[in-house]
């Protein structure tokens, strides 16, 4: 007991030696006697025994030392404290006296524009945890505290703020992360961080899925010298080992948006190919005592709403419905969720978008809750589960979690109102399962089955797929993907078997990097629970980029070019050697300026061949008003275009993005060569804290090469008006107008007029009007009360609504509360 003290010394001298650089030379020697010196006079001052006829003293229990851990040096094991029942109050104070024991995190390092360099601010994070939750604090400075960008926005819609983001690997298997952003005024945007997906905004930007939502406490406000923010991350939204101590993976990130300058804690760097393999590590983490998970979310919905039917506008009687959720946590890393009557509405409409000339199905992206909690685990690099094509459940059910090295979870679904498959207009029951398993350092190995079968009917088709995703040499990523797919409609028995096969190879640098792919699909292959919608091609390509980096405060901070080449093969002449039938190359240069700006612009030559099997519906007219085979169009070569992607911010209220483009492409409804002329600008105003406008215009041309006759045009007028009340409370309006004016179609060397399947294809136009109104509740994810007014017009080509029919309108209404038991 008598060396105690002195050991206790010697280790707090050491431990901040390691948090300052090391002295050197003849200073360094004398601070080592010094420090030696010091430690045995202490020791000789207060060792055992006490003298004789002295009364010790008591002492009080010694205050918990503070350790800093900075990860400019390297400092990336954090030892947080473990406190028993805080009293802490989420307001963005830090003046409870936990947070005087709290581990602290600083120097951060620059990642972006300057790869390696100091921080530009000064960030300090402090962190601890009890055994129901984890607690983080951040003081961020700022050299231009009126600067910083604050709003009041809607939850998932602050990134354009100032941020700082926490990535917690709770698994500590560097593969994917929970992810929290927090803005100065602790609005919350919150996903999975997913080393499979490609980053968003360019090789820095994160790889984040934003569809989950968890539950957490958190809270900011503007100080003095910069912002202050406060988390509480409770455990039970999160899922992580059941073992009486463990590891966590811990990123910490900052984002000071009116200059694009991001930094992170441990550093980063974009030449290795996992983010998450560069974090730091939350060690000795223990006693960890979640709640079981238990969520009941019942949801009331009801409408009242009319519709134009046979040209007589119609109101229908107010309609209500009743559905209710569940989640139970089986372990701590395994959950089921089930789901009755659910309510799938949507609060806000999907984006129209141009359909003029489109050859494949568009992509609509998910927005239903039930599907996206853990929807991750059946991510595949081939999108075989799209849960869109669940059109109308009538129940369903999910298990997702980790088991050991094992990711699993299964999928299933009751669908009232499926696709009919040769005159079946019956159920359809899905079901998917997936396993993943965690091999070597970050890859993985996979299998996912998937089955949409007609209730009572022969119909179904099935997908079994196996994949691998290797990570090598710190920088270096091969994904690989070999699927099946057996298909039998009513009235055709056996289901062949059908191939599709994905490889992709990507080298990740920050000055250097390639990639390259292969995705072949079978002309059989169909996949009824993904989206996957070139079937029968094969997409074949790769792209090489080159970047250059200023110096640290240069105007132009950084500039790039890539080559790109993409090449569409049909499937059995690729195999045969045969030329691809659609090709091109880009060129891709990027300029980033200061003050977080960029430009980025592309270059396309390329050539078409279009495909006979694409016109065995179309004919055309003679002379006589006959219909004769359609003449198979021309191949199209030496196909030129350009484009300018500008992303410019103006000041602190003002954001222009979009597209502008110019280019020859092919007239896919009659085969002929065309020219598209294309802006697509968007428009960011924010002149207060609470206010927020969204105007976009998507503007499109088409004509005919050949003469310069007009082929279509199509204009998308958006405004979108919102005003925050509070964090929970907003209004919303929403306009859009959808002109669409196409010619008639004709063939592109004859001229005669085309028919397809039989009908005559003459002009056509439509004008749409589509109106919102909105007024949301929303204190947490799961708990909401929304009121609005949707209303729907069609009529002629052109703005006036008065020319326009009420086509449908209504009022809706939804209240859900989420009861954590």
């Given amino acids: 007991m008598a060396h105690r003290p002195f050991t206790r010394l010697i280790r707090t001298a050491s431990f901040h030696r390691r948090t300052r650089p090391a002295a050197s030379g003849t200073d360094g020697v004398v601070l080592k006697i010094l420090a030696l010196s010091l430690a045995l006079g202490t020791q000789l001052a207060t060792g055992d025994p006490e003298p004789a006829g002295q009364t010790p003293v008591e002492q009080g229990p010694s205050r918990p030392e503070v350790r800093t851990y900075s990860g400019r040096e390297g400092q990336l094991d954090v030892d947080a404290p473990r406190m028993e029942s805080p009293s802490i109050s989420i307001d963005a104070r830090l003046d409870e006296p936990e947070w005087a024991e709290a581990a602290v995190l600083t120097g951060f390092t620059q990642y972006t524009p300057v790869e390696g360099a100091p921080a530009s601010q000064e960030t300090e994070v402090r962190v601890f945890y009890s055994g129901d939750a984890i607690y983080f604090g951040f003081h961020v400075v700022d050299s231009e505290p009126d600067r910083v960008l604050a709003h009041l926005l809607e939850r998932d819609r602050s990134q354009s703020d100032d941020w700082v983001r926490i990535m917690l690997d709770t698994f500590n298997d560097e593969r994917q992360a929970y992810t929290f952003f927090i803005s100065p005024f602790g609005i919350q945007s919150d996903g999975m961080w997913l080393e499979s997906l490609e980053p968003r905004g360019g090789p820095t930007g994160p790889k984040v899925d934003f569809n989950p939502d968890f539950i957490f406490e958190s809270d900011g406000r503007l100080v003095d010298d910069g912002w202050v923010a406060e988390v509480r991350i409770p455990y039970v939204s999160l899922r992580f080992p059941e073992v009486e101590e463990q590891d966590w993976g811990l990123q910490i990130a900052r984002g000071v948006m009116r200059n694009g300058y991001k930094s992170s804690w441990a550093p980063l760097t974009v030449e290795a190919a996992s983010v998450l393999a560069q974090s730091g590590r939350l060690r000795g983490l223990r006693d960890l005592r979640p709640k079981r998970l238990i969520e009941v979310n019942p949801v009331a919905t009801g409408k009242l709403e009319g519709f134009r039917l046979d040209g007589v506008y119609e109101r229908q009687n107010p309609s209500s419905e009743f559905g209710i959720d569940g989640s139970v946590g089986i372990t701590q890393n395994l959950v089921l969720d089930a789901t009755v009557n659910p309510d799938f509405s949507q609060v806000e409409a999907d984006v129209d978008q141009i359909q003029v000339n489109e050859r494949f199905a568009l992509f609509v992206p998910e927005r239903r809750a039930f599907f996206l909690e853990g929807i991750e685990v059946f991510r595949t690099t081939q999108n075989l589960v799209y849960t869109r094509r669940v059109v109308d459940p009538i129940g369903g059910a999910k298990l997702t979690g980790k088991v050991g090295p094992f990711q699993v979870g299964y999928l299933g679904a009751l669908d009232e109102s499926p696709r009919p498959i040769e005159g079946q207009d019956r159920d359809a029951l899905f079901n998917l399962v997936r396993a993943r398993a965690d091999i070597g350092e970050g890859s993985t190995v996979g299998a996912l089955y998937t089955d949409r079968s007609i209730n009572g009917g022969p119909g179904f088709n099935r997908v079994a797929s196996a994949d691998v995703r290797l990570l090598f040499g710190a920088r270096y990523t091969v994904e690989t993907q070999l699927t099946g797919s057996w298909t039998r409609n009513a009235v055709q028995d056996p289901a062949p078997f059908a191939p599709a096969l994905t490889f992709n190879f990507l080298r990740s640098g920050r000055s250097f990097s390639y990639r390259a792919r292969l995705i072949d699909l079978s002309p059989e292959f169909e996949t009824r629970t993904g989206f996957m919608p070139r079937i029968g091609d094969t997409d074949w390509g790769g792209a090489v980029g080159f970047n250059v980096f200023a110096e640290p405060g240069a105007v132009l901070e950084q500039w ?89 911010r103006f000041n602190d209220q003002l954001t222009l993005t979009g597209v502008f483009m110019f280019r020859t492409i092919p007239l896919f409804a009659e085969g002929s060569r065309g020219w598209e002329s294309r802006y697509g600008p968007n428009l960011r105003i924010q002149p207060g804290e609470r206010l927020r406008l969204e105007a976009s215009y998507t503007y499109a041309r088409l004509e005919r090469s050949a003469d310069g006759s007009h082929f279509s045009t199509a204009h998308i007028p958006r405004l979108r008006v919102q005003y925050q009340f509070s964090k929970a409370l907003l209004a919303r309006v929403i ?68 020319e326009k029919d009420l086509q449908q309108d209504g009022f809706f209404m939804k209240l859900s509360y989420l009861f954590r038991l």
Avoid: C
């Avoid at 005669?752 to 004008?767: F, K, M, T």
């Avoid at 909105?774 to 017009?793: A, D, K, N, Q």
């Fill in 560 to 648: 790039g070019v890539e080559v790109q080449s993409n090449n569409f093969t049909r499937h059995d002449d690729f195999w045969s050697g045969g030329s691809p039938y659609e090709y091109e190359i880009q060129l891709m240069p990027s300029l980033a300026f200061r003050g977080s700006r960029r430009m980025n612009s592309v270059l396309r030559w390329g050539g078409h061949r279009f495909l006979p099997e694409l016109y065995t519906a179309h004919e055309v007219l003679d002379d006589q008003g006959n219909a004769q085979p359609y003449p198979l169009p021309p191949e199209l070569k030496d196909m030129l275009g350009v484009a300018l992607i500008p992303n410019v």
């Fill in 735 to 802: 306009g859009q107008y959808d002109l669409e004016r196409r010619e008639a179609l004709r063939h592109p060397v004859t001229g005669q007029e085309v028919l397809i399947n039989g009908v005559l294809q003459d002009a056509r136009e439509r004008g749409n009007f589509t109106g919102q109104a909105l007024v949301s509740f929303e204190p947490s994810p799961g708990t909401i009360f929304f009121v609005g007014y949707s209303r729907v017009m069609t009529g002629p080509y052109g703005l006036p609504l008065d």
